[in-house]
């Protein structure tokens, strides 16, 4: 449970959100090549010293939790376990006592799983858009499906629970597998979260066509598995109880049902760039001040105004909307 210090006031943007879920991109480099997500070259990456060290990130995470009453803090990348020594930052944070999450593609897991759950990561989601090996490969330019598998029983085993699958449907791609990973989920007791394609893509072929809208993925697995609609906090997922007990799904409608009105969420780029939203087109330089030798109430200043600035939502689907100049690789989830 989260000890909201004495000092904390919360921290509420223009729409009346308070925000206490901090996402942290550890890295932007990544083992894996998907193709709704990067080049096959790969993106250049940032020099090592443009990285935040773990002494600044785990000192802006204070700042979010002793200042404003953050509990919860969520690990990303590009892919965060190819960062070195991931488990003594994650130790660091786990200390702040907040609820620890990490999104990781599961190919290191079943080294890694072990020692993150024992550093004190509370819960994973990882990452796996198909259950054939084939198509893994073409979406990730890899041949680890094997491994990916073996990463999600490795974290069940190490006592992660729930462990979730996230799953990006794309029309045409990979949406004739939305009833394998339902009964996938309900098979390795996981819970599989279906995530709408987002206009993220490094080349930028997202189109508003090739989104599945988070209804008919209810719908289609409904008709084979009766599904009962749960209630609905700040979370992302809107979450869905198979009627026979076995466990649920969850579905982020970004596109098709946005959330923005219940946003709770900043981002740390690995950079050091604080993103009021996932689609932000403008960032607040947090590395400069850090590395200026900022306060902490200069830096307390800055992630206030920078939430302070906060539009009402995403503005995907409207006339006139901006894609991010990042891609997802280089924001994190
Ligand atoms: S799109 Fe932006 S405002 Fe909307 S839920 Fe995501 S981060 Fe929040």
Not at 171 to 196: C, K, S
Not at 217 to 241: K, Q, W
Not at 258 to 274: I, N, W, Y
Request: with cysteine; net charge negative.
């Amino acid at each position: 449970m989260t000890v909201v210090p004495d000092l904390a006031r919360p921290l509420v943007d223009g729409f009346g959100r308070q925000h206490r879920d901090l996402r942290i991109s550890v890295t932007d480099r990544c083992n894996f090549r998907c193709t709704y997500c990067m080049p096959a070259e790969g993106m250049v990456w940032h020099p090592r010293d443009h990285l935040l060290t773990f002494e600044e990130i785990e000192r802006v995470a204070r700042l979010a939790v002793e200042r404003f009453g953050f509990d919860s803090i969520r690990l990303t990348g590009g892919e965060p376990t190819v960062r070195s020594r991931l488990p003594v930052l994650v130790a660091k944070l786990s200390a702040l006592g907040v609820d620890l999450a990490l999104t990781t593609n599961g190919s290191t897991l079943e080294s890694m799983a072990y020692d993150l759950h024992q550093a004190g990561l509370d819960r994973i989601n990882i990452s796996l858009d198909s259950l054939r090996a084939d198509r893994f490969a073409e979406l990730t330019r890899r041949h680890e499906l094997p491994k990916v598998l073996g990463g999600i029983r490795a974290a069940v085993a190490a006592g992660f629970d729930p462990v979730k699958v996230n799953v990006v449907v794309v029309r045409g791609v990979n949406d004739d597998e939305i009833v394998d990973f339902a009964r996938f989920g309900r098979n390795e007791g996981v819970t599989v979260r279906f995530i709408e394609f987002m206009p993220l893509d490094a080349d930028h072929r997202w189109s508003q066509a090739s989104v599945v809208p988070s209804a008919a993925i209810v719908a289609a697995i409904g008709a084979v598995f009766p599904l009962e609609r749960l209630t609905r906090g700040s979370d992302p997922a809107e979450r869905h109880r198979y009627l026979d007990g076995h466990g649920e799904i969850g579905v982020i409608g970004t596109v098709s049902e946005p959330f923005c009105s219940s946003c709770d969420r900043v981002r740390l780029t690995a950079d050091g760039q604080l993103r009021a939203c996932l689609f932000a087109t403008d960032e607040t330089d947090l590395r400069a001040l850090l590395r200026a030798g900022a306060t902490d109430d200069a830096l307390a200043d800055a992630l206030a105004a920078t939430v302070a600035g906060k539009w009402a939502g995403h503005g995907i689907t409207q006339v006139g909307f901006t894609r991010p100049a990042r891609s997802m690789s280089e924001i994190g989830g």
